[in-house]
C-alpha cells in the first residue's frame, strides 16, 4: 500500500466527490479520481458523463485517466494510483492495464460488470503486461449505499417497486 489509511480514505472521499456531481447530473452516480504516488497531488478527475454525452466510453475512470495524461504529457501513467467508488468494468480495466496505474483503489463491488473480482479479475491477469495491485470495498458502504440510493430513487419516480 503506497498511501495510508487516512490519505486513503481522504482520496476516496474526493472520488465520492465527484460521484456526487454526476448524481447532480443525473449521471449514475461513480466518481474517479488520479493521483501522482510521490507528490499526492491530483492529475485527474472524472464522473459518469454517459447519459449527458450519449457516449458509452464516457465513465469516469476513462475521463480521469484522459486527463491525467493531458496533466503529464504521457499515456504512461506509471506512479499513480486511481481511486473509483465502483469496482471498474472491463473497458475501464483494460484503460487501467494500458496506461500502466500502478494502483488501484475501489469501493463498491459490481456484481454486474465487475473486472477486478466480481466476474472476473483482468487486473491480476498475468498474461497481460502490467498487473497493478488492488485495494478493494474501501468505503464500501457509503459507495455502495450512493449507488443504491440512486437507483432506488429512479425506480420510486417512474413508479417501480424496489
Not at 475512470?61 to 484522459?66: G, S, T
Request: hydrophobic share 35%.
Amino acid at each position: 500500500m503506497i498511501f495510508s489509511e487516512e490519505q486513503i480514505n481522504n482520496y476516496m472521499d474526493e472520488a465520492i466527490g465527484e460521484a456526487l456531481k454526476a448524481k447532480s447530473r443525473s449521471e449514475v452516480p461513480i466518481g474517479c479520481i488520479i493521483v501522482n504516488n510521490t507528490t499526492g497531488e491530483v492529475i485527474g478527475r472524472g464522473s459518469n458523463e454517459r447519459e449527458e454525452t450519449q457516449d458509452a466510453i464516457k465513465h469516469a475512470e476513462i475521463i480521469a485517466i484522459e486527463e491525467a495524461c493531458r496533466t503529464i504529457g504521457s499515456w504512461r501513467l506509471e506512479n499513480t494510483s486511481l481511486f473509483v467508488t465502483l469496482e471498474p468494468c472491463p473497458m475501464c480495466a483494460g484503460a487501467i492495464i494500458n496506461s500502466r496505474i500502478e494502483e488501484v483503489i475501489f469501493g463498491a463491488n459490481d456484481p454486474k460488470a465487475g473486472s477486478v473480482g466480481s466476474i472476473n479479475n483482468l487486473l491480476t491477469e498475468t498474461r497481460y503486461n502490467h498487473q497493478p495491485t488492488v485495494l478493494a470495498n474501501v468505503k464500501e458502504k457509503e459507495t455502495g449505499d450512493l449507488l443504491r440510493n440512486f437507483f432506488r430513487e429512479i425506480r420510486l419516480n417512474s413508479g417501480k417497486k424496489n
